[in-house]
């Protein structure tokens, strides 16, 4: 007898799943547009201040993701530079340290040799809230071809973001007392004085008496570090002694100095 064989149709396995893509790293907070501008006297040229207020949420202090224009600003150090190595801050300072030998800058030094011992700050990738202000700058005046300068107050009370930003055509920055009062005046409203920011821009090209303030002495460094100078600590302890400043950070577009106010007295200051 033959016995015919009873089979249960297949049933299709269906393929496995394709992996989502990763999802792109959001973009960090925009600024707010149109913000309220501080009027000033006798402004120099470009001079420029400005008020932001913006939710008080994580990304603002996150490392800020890709970036194209960020991207583009590596992408032409890197072509001044010549090499990644070359753009970090270990680099950037010991090369800083191993050209300002003389006066006026020999002293400047002593901050760059605080910073490479680790005795004070931390230097950590850009965040999301120093990219937007370094970029705000940066829009205005193209930071390698034309660098520049700005600062900006940051404070933090009531879930919100304080910012006012000051910028100039100039390298240096200028502190304004019209701002200072502003600021001042948002403590008593329950604001907190968290941190002063100022960028460090890349010099190249530099030609002693030009628009960099370049002497002989300081002609080949092409900075970029982020040891405060002995001014900016100067003025550091005088915005902790007037208003209780609670940090100051340095940044260069890419990295960023971040120091606590005990910082201020391990670094050196302007006599």
């Known amino acids: 007898m033959l016995i015919t064989a009873c089979h249960t149709p297949a049933v299709p396995v269906p393929p496995p ?15 707010p547009e149109n913000p309220e501008r501080i009027a000033v006297p006798d402004p120099i040229p470009g001079e420029l201040h400005e008020v932001f207020d913006l939710p008080d949420e994580p990304a603002l202090w996150a490392p800020a993701p890709p970036d194209p224009e960020r991207d583009r600003y590596r992408a032409g150090l890197l072509a001044k530079v010549g090499s990644d190595e070359g753009l970090s ?10 050209v300002m030998t003389g006066p006026p800058g020999y002293r400047e030094i002593e901050n760059v040799n605080v910073i490479l011992d680790g005795k004070a700050g931390a230097v950590q990738p850009i965040s999301c809230l120093e990219w937007r202000l370094f970029q705000r700058q940066a829009r205005r005046y193209p930071m390698i071809e034309h660098p ?15 910012v006012y930003y000051s910028g100039a055509d100039r390298v240096g920055g ?18 907190v004085p968290f941190a ?9 090209d530099r030609v002693p008496g030009d628009r960099m303030w370049t002497t002989e002495e300081t002609k080949n460094n092409y900075e970029g570090g982020v040891a405060p100078s002995l001014t900016d600590v100067h003025a550091y302890r005088g915005m902790r002694d007037d208003f209780g400043l609670r940090g100051a950070w340095v940044t260069n577009g890419l ?9 201020f007295d391990v670094l050196s200051a302007r006599d």
């Open 17 to 31: 799943p394709r992996p989502e893509p990763p999802a792109p790293p959001l973009a960090c907070p925009s600024l």
């Open 89 to 98: 801050q270990r680099a950037l300072l010991e090369r800083a340290r191993k």
């Open 148 to 162: 520049t300068e700005f600062g900006a107050y940051i404070l933090r009370g009531e879930a919100r973001v304080r």
């Open 174 to 191: 200028k502190l304004r007392g019209e701002v200072k009062e502003r600021v001042v005046a948002d403590l008593g409203r329950g604001f």
């Open 196 to 204: 002063h920011l100022h960028n460090h821009p890349f010099l190249f």
């Open 255 to 263: 990295d960023t100095a971040h120091f606590e106010a005990a910082d």
